[in-house]
Structure formats: C-alpha cells, structure tokens
Nanobody, 117 residues
C-alpha cells in the first residue's frame, strides 16, 4: 500500500491561492495515477482533479477547470494541486489518492482548505 500525506491547506481569502502537496511513500509512485477529491461539511466527497502516471494527461471537474492545476514530480514522489481564484465554495477537506489497475487505491488523511468571503 502507498502512504500519502497531504499538506498546504489553510485559510485564505476569496480570490487567493494555495498549493496543496501530496507526498507518497511505500511503493513506486510513478506506477500510480494520482488525484484529488474534496468533501465539504454535509456533502458527498467529489472529484476535483487527476493526473496520469507520467503526467501527460490531466482531468478536472468543471467547477475547478481553469482555476486549479494538478501536477506531479515522480522524482520527488509528490503530487501538487495549485489552486487559484479560490471561492468560498471551494472550502472543504481535500484528499489525495493514488490508484492503479482501477482497484488498488490509497487515500491520504486530508487537509483542510477554508476560503473566506
């Protein structure tokens, strides 16, 4: 199993930026696709973004497209989520995950992002 540790969350004003990091250990990071989900209070966990193993393909939820950028550095076993033009509705706990073969999935513990209006 892969161990994941998110960091970079915090409190930011609307319009501001944050960069989340997801550091992986335990398995070969480059063998896994990486992504982010988020969960707001009382809401279901929702997909935010994902990136392929090599980083050549990325996918985004419509709600964040054009504002968030996912990237990865396989040499550092780390993935990133650059978030800009943040809105209060982006407030949530953000979780990173890695997946391979569709069923080998590991999750991080989450990092809180709070956007004030």
């Amino acid at each position: 199993q892969v161990q994941l540790a998110e960091s970079g969350g915090g409190l930011v004003q609307a319009g501001g930026s944050l960069r989340l990091s997801c550091a992986a250990s335990g398995r070969t990071f480059s063998n896994y696709a990486v992504g982010w989900y988020r969960q707001a209070p009382g809401e279901k966990r929702e997909f935010v973004a994902a990136i392929s193993r090599s980083g050549d393909k990325s996918y985004y939820a419509d709600s964040v497209k054009g504002r968030f950028t996912i990237s990865r550095d396989n040499a550092k076993n780390t993935a990133y989520l650059q978030m800009t033009s943040l809105k209060p509705e982006d407030t949530a706990v953000y979780y990173c995950y890695v997946v391979r073969f569709g069923s080998d999935i590991s999750w991080g513990q989450g990092t809180q992002v709070t956007v004030s209006s």
